[in-house]
DNA sequence: TGCCACGACTTGACACTATCAAGTTTTGCG
DNA sequence: CGCAAAACTTGATAGTGTCAAGTCGTGGCA
């Protein structure tokens, strides 16, 4: 309960960007919400865009957390088919964290090492999910390529499914669920066959 | 040559975003650097954020025009490869259209019937080519999910690209083709099998 | 020709923003 | 206790979007 100012500013800040895109946000606006003067943010945070790191620095971790828990029953037996799954699910329930995380004109990572290594840890993450259905026979490449794809698969329906023109097109959790499964599936058997 | 100012604010716009993202972009600052007063650009597009749906408007009419263009002889015969590397191309090359025609909370395009209906089109394009793709034989569900396939992968590849760590993973041209034409292949192997 | 309405643009104002530069309060700790 | 550093406030400045009025030029029509 007794959260922190900085921890106040951060949640804050990943609602406002879940509800209304990263543009617009305004740190005097979190200072008055949370009842403070508007330069208290900034001892915490520098400047304004240094939070976008932050957020990214949270995402990634449980992003990373998310994509590497081992499987469970009710889950996908298809490796490809469940990291999509969750990768779309992990969009959609971090919404706020999932639009900053990927965009390199607003985290500028090369400012924050932590968040760099946190990024460099979810896509080794992802990578070893890969490999692991390829197989051990693959080479590092065919594995690279692999993964790229997954991944590209994955974060273009999550992004589609968030911010563009699918949003509308599967309303209903249920048609959701199977077109993520559907796709993942397809994409599924043109990788096995590798 | 004779730009109008409408023209002018629009390009300048583009620029900005494909250099520093939406963000930050600034009506006053356009119109000092077009050499007129701050408030002529409001004349023409009444808000700010309407020029995002002009921006959106104009790159969903090249995006459709670039996919359902026949193919050339330097392309690849397969039809997935190709649209995928089309749609790669596209924006990398239209870095400042790209960057806001997938972005639900930057254009309101209930607010532009003329931007939605761009939209629409542009989808309907790679649809048509998908069908192309699977055949006369497959549903139209079974289309839809292709399509869906097809469109998350390509559009997975273009944002991790332009905006992504993937930017940095494959700095030269020839790694990016390479890559974005493996990944392709492997999809489509997978999508081809209905 | 005169005039006048309308589009294109300007000027001025207001509330809002990020951020610099100081202050003041609170708090941890020897 | 005392004090130093962290946490926060107050004030000012420059820049922003946008409302509300102007001004200016041009085409069309009596």
């Not at 240094?50 to 990634?60: K, R």
Request: aromatic share 6%; net charge negative; hydrophobic share 45%.
């Amino acid at each position: 309960m007794a959260q922190s100012l900085r921890e106040k500013v951060i949640s804050a800040a990943v609602k406002y960007v879940a509800d209304n895109g990263p543009d617009g946000l305004s740190f005097r606006q979190i200072a008055a919400d949370a009842g403070v003067s508007h330069q208290a943010p900034y001892h915490h945070f520098g400047h304004r865009s240094a939070i976008f790191n932050e957020i990214a620095l949270e995402g990634f971790k449980k992003f990373a957390a998310d994509m590497g828990a081992p499987a469970r029953d009710d889950e996908d037996s298809e490796i490809c088919v469940r990291l999509c799954e969750r990768y779309v699910a992990f969009a959609i329930a971090n919404k706020g964290h999932f639009r900053v995380m990927f965009r390199a004109d607003l985290c500028h990572l090369h400012e924050s090492p932590e968040t760099q290594k946190a990024a460099d840890d979810a896509f080794a993450t992802l990578l070893a999910a890969v490999s692991e259905m390829v197989g051990d026979s693959a080479s590092i490449d065919e594995i690279r390529v692999q993964a790229t794809a997954m991944w590209s698969l994955a974060h273009g329906l999550a992004t589609l499914i968030i911010d563009g023109p699918l949003e509308k097109k599967i309303g209903r959790v249920s048609d959701r669920r199977a077109l993520v499964r559907s796709v993942a599936q397809r994409a599924a058997d043109g990788l096995r066959r590798a």
